[in-house]
């Protein structure tokens, strides 16, 4: 897949606009737009990944900033004391829709376990 083909490479290179919450040397963030959550907000690497069944070992470094950016944005939207969620769906049957990895980070409501 090309930077061409990827809806979250071309928010990136700032070809689609996007509500930006956070940057990094690796990472960006930016508000989904179908917010599941008073706080819903995707954060990706800028390099393109496909799923998590695509990574490898060097990109240990690279998988570790998009958890520390999870903090980081948690702490901005004041929910880091009442609790948040992270969650990764890898491939279409656990609900994958953009095939360049992201993480969901989800708080500001009461959040059920399982998820559906
Ligand atoms: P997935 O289903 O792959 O885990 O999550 C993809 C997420 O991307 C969905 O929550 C969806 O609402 C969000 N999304 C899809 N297209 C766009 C877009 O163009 N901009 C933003 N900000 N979010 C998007
Ligand atoms: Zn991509």
Redesign the pocket.
Known sequence: MTAQDC?FCR?VAGE?P??VVYQSDTAIA???????APT?V?IIPRRHVTTINDLDADDQELVGSLFLAAKAIAQQEGLADDGYRV???CGEG??????HI?L?LLGGRLLNWPPG
């Open positions: 809806l928010i689609i996007a509500d930016f508000r989904d737009i179908n917010p599941q819903h995707l969650v990764m769906n656990a609900g994958q829709s953009v095939f992201h969901h």
